[in-house]
Nanobody, 124 residues
């Protein structure tokens, strides 16, 4: 089992950059495929990005492709989401999620472990 804690959210202006972090407990972080998922007010959870065990493979939703970058540092048990060129529609609670195994999945239901979320608000 793995426990996840997100950090780095806040209020920023459109166009600014921000990096979210997801710290994982346990010594088997490298065994978990990781993802970021967001949920805007009144909407369902939306897949944002996923990364393979080694960090070489990544996959993004069309809404963030080219603007966001997912990465991981297995030595630090941490996953990241670099958010550039942000837009007001990126405002949401961002969740870190994990699943056993390295195949990249874009369905939120494929992930077994979730953090508590961090709020990101983008203003004009």
């Amino acid at each position: 089992q793995v426990q996840l804690v997100e950090s780095g959210g806040g209020l920023v202006q459109a166009g600014d950059s921000l990096r979210l972090s997801c710290a994982a407990s346990g010594r088997t972080f490298s065994s978990y495929g990781m993802a970021w998922v967001r949920q805007a007010p009144g909407k369902e959870r939306e897949f944002v990005a996923a990364i393979s065990l080694s960090g070489i493979g990544t996959y993004y939703s069309d809404s963030v492709k080219g603007r966001f970058t997912i990465s991981r540092d297995n030595a630090k048990n941490t996953a990241y989401l670099q958010m550039d060129s942000r837009k007001p529609e990126d405002t949401a609670v961002y969740y870190c999620a994990a699943k056993m195994g390295g195949s990249i999945r874009s369905k939120t239901t494929d992930y077994d472990y979730w953090g508590q979320g961090t709020q990101v608000t983008v203003s004009l």
